[in-house]
């Protein structure tokens, strides 16, 4: 069945190794879909919704489901959710749904779509939490907790990157620093310090907070206090006197 062959768009869209290769796309009944360029083909995704198009129990997710479920339990025990379990498949069904959600929201950073990483993310965060809660194990929790440092790394670069693109540079660095505080407090938790300390999404992060801080734009005290400072090291006083001048100046119209 040639028809079935694919082998024209994996033409037209040549894999290159080592790069993110994502783009949106219109397909059937006019829906947002979701491409993401693989080695062996072609990882398609719906943009709304559940990524793969599925509605169980004709809710929007799995976990939409064991929310609702959750909450009539609770309603139902007044208030009391010590008997509400998770079984072991369904929690191995959260945890496949979440591993969707994971891969969207790493296509949406790349398409900068950044409201949508934070909204996936927040939801796996969710399936997280209702997994750790009331699953069977700690070790089926486990599982699905291993996504965290990657998803705090993928939202806080969201978080911080719209406030970046709003010029708000103090806050992008706050969000930054939220973040890393976050996985830092997460890595304590799951592994030795060593182990933490050499963690690939800390390190990124903390290169991250290197660079927004690099990109915030210097105030006139801070240019004339770089300038101060040069001036010095260059051992060149005539023009280190007139710029601390200019410093007292500016503090005295403070």
């Known amino acids: 069945m040639t028809d079935l062959d694919i082998s024209h768009v994996l033409d037209d869209w040549v ?55 959750l909450e009539s339990h609770i309603n139902e025990f007044d208030g009391d959710d010590s008997k509400y379990k998770l079984s072991e498949e369904e929690c191995v069904a959260l945890q496949q749904e979440a591993i969707q959600y994971h891969h969207r929201y790493i296509c949406f950073f790349q398409l900068e779509a950044y409201e949508d990483v934070i909204q996936d993310a927040d939801r796996n965060l969710d399936a997280i939490e209702m997994v750790e809660q ?32 709003g010029e708000n540079y103090d806050q992008a660095i706050t969000d930054v ?38 990109s915030r734009p210097m105030s006139k005290r801070e240019k004339l206090e770089k300038e101060l400072s040069e001036a010095v090291q260059k051992e060149d006083y005539e023009r280190a006197a007139e710029v601390r001048d200019a410093i007292k100046c500016l503090s005295a119209a403070d």
Do not use: C
Not at 139 to 164: D, E, F, K, Y
């Open 15 to 69: 894999y290159e190794p080592g790069k993110a290769m994502v783009r949106k796309i219109i397909g059937k009944h006019d829906r947002e879909l979701i491409q993401m360029r693989i080695d062996l083909g072609v990882l398609q995704m719906h943009a709304v919704g559940r990524p793969d198009g599925q509605r169980p129990h004709d809710m929007e997710s799995l976990l939409d489901f064991h929310i609702e479920k």
């Open 134 to 165: 009331y699953g069977p194990s700690d070790q089926m929790s486990w599982t699905l907790r291993q996504l965290s440092p990657q998803l705090l790394l993928m939202r806080t670069r969201a978080v911080s990157a719209i406030s970046l693109n």
């Open 177 to 214: 620093q939220d973040g890393i505080e976050a996985l830092q407090a997460f890595l304590k938790d799951h592994m030795p310090q060593e182990a933490a300390d050499q963690n690939g999404e800390l390190i990124a992060l903390k290169h991250w907070l290197e660079e927004v801080s690099d």
